[in-house]
């Protein structure tokens, strides 16, 4: 009967255990890097200033494909890198009206990929990127590389979900405004 | 004598602007560490204790391992989480794309899972990214109520194509990664 109550709370503490050893774990490897690279980077958005960064944002107004670059690409990884989430979105002011979607689609896209290599720009969802990373640590191998390509690959997702979200707003736009001419059935 | 006093006054300026620049930085740190990631350290700790101290890791494991490793896999667990129905109410903190990847994390610890598709997985379970947030995303960039209107529906229908999209391109990028 006690041999049976004894292994009954082992087993209730041994969850406990579980979560703590992998908690300390997390705390020691990976927050004070991250405390130190924090400060770092939001004290250097603090010297660049908002002012510049408005500025580069007009850029992105522009009409014209060249510009989808920056309109899907630099403005959404300037935005998020500077501003973080979700700040970041309100970049797409700077946007005409018709890519305002699209922008925001790239821009809280970029809000994952980074976080290898700048945790600063949304710590509150550090787990989408540390969940994965803490296991390939934990099989002994650096994070560098898949940090690296995970950035790499954001880059390239985020243009595409820009093209294809600015294709289907068009289409959308286009239709509405085709059920717009056609003479009210109501 | 006044140049020098205004000299040193410059300086002494500058050199206290930077000091207390880089001082709130840190401050802003460690609040978002103690108001944020500490307590979500807390919350996936229990979350791992119970999955892996009761067992239910293991029958995670042999259901979520063979889906992770290997590219079929990783498309079908995309192409759900990013279903239109389902995509707004996965999205909110990233609390699913969280849990999942600590889950799938010490798959790839326990080496039950190549390293290598730590890259697709990493895309695999986030197709929902800011789905839950679009209408205040875009208000936040001043869109008018019809860009909004048409905005959420073409963003979910996007991601049913691009959040596919994404796994195969981070399995492209994946060769020679940990080989």
Redesign the interface.
């Known amino acids: 009967m006690l041999e049976a109550i004894e292994a009954g709370a082992e087993y209730f503490i041994g969850i406990f255990q579980e979560g703590a050893g992998w908690f300390g774990a997390v705390v020691v490897g990976i927050i004070p890097l991250l405390i130190i690279l924090l400060t770092g980077v939001n004290a250097l958005i603090a010297f660049i200033g908002q002012e510049r960064i408005n500025k580069f944002a007009e850029l992105a107004g522009r009409p014209g494909w060249q510009y989808s670059f920056i309109r899907y690409l630099a403005l959404p990884v300037v935005a998020v890198v500077a501003l973080t989430n979700p700040m970041a979105y309100t970049m797409g002011t700077f946007v005409p009206e018709k890519n305002k979607p699209a922008f925001y689609d790239a821009a809280v896209s970029f809000v994952h990929p980074p976080l290898g290599i700048l945790p600063h720009v949304n710590p509150g969802e550090l787990f989408v990127w540390l969940g994965i990373a803490t296991g390939i640590s934990a099989a002994g191998l650096s994070l560098t590389p898949l940090a690296v390509r995970y950035l790499l690959v954001g880059l390239v997702v985020i243009y595409l979900r820009g093209l294809v979200t600015q294709f289907i707003v068009d289409r959308m736009i286009a239709r509405r405004e085709a059920a717009n001419t056609e003479p009210a059935t109501a | 004598m006044e140049t020098l006093n205004r000299t040193l006054e410059t300086i002494g300026r500058s050199v206290g602007g930077?000091v207390g620049?880089?001082y709130?930085?840190?401050r802003?740190?460690?609040d978002?560490?103690l108001r944020?990631?500490?307590p979500?350290?807390?919350f996936?700790?229990?979350?791992?204790?119970?999955v892996?101290?009761?067992g239910i890791g293991q029958l995670l494991a042999d259901t979520l391992a063979p889906l992770a490793s290997s590219l079929g896999g990783l498309l079908l667990m995309s192409v759900i989480i990013a279903l239109p129905v389902l995509s707004p109410v996965l999205g909110p903190?990233?609390v699913i794309?969280?849990?999942?990847?600590?889950?799938?994390?010490?798959?790839?610890?326990?080496?039950n899972i190549e390293?290598r598709f730590?890259?697709p997985?990493?895309?695999a379970?986030?197709p929902q990214?800011?789905c839950d947030?679009?209408p205040?995303?875009?208000s936040?960039?001043?869109?008018?109520p019809e860009?909004v209107e048409?905005?959420v529906?073409?963003?979910l229908?996007?991601?049913m194509?691009?959040g596919p999209?994404?796994v195969i391109?981070?399995y492209f990028?994946?060769f020679g990664?940990?080989s």
């Open positions: 930077v620049k880089i709130q930085a840190g802003d740190t460690i978002v560490v944020t990631v500490l979500f350290i807390a996936v700790g229990l979350i791992v204790g119970i892996q101290g009761t903190g990233a794309a969280q849990v999942i990847g600590t889950l799938l994390g010490t798959q790839f610890g326990d080496g390293p730590a890259l997985a990493l895309f379970i986030n990214v800011g947030f679009i205040v995303g875009l936040l960039g001043e869109a008018e860009t048409i905005g529906p073409a963003i229908f996007s991601r194509i691009t999209a994404a391109i981070a990028a994946s990664l940990y």
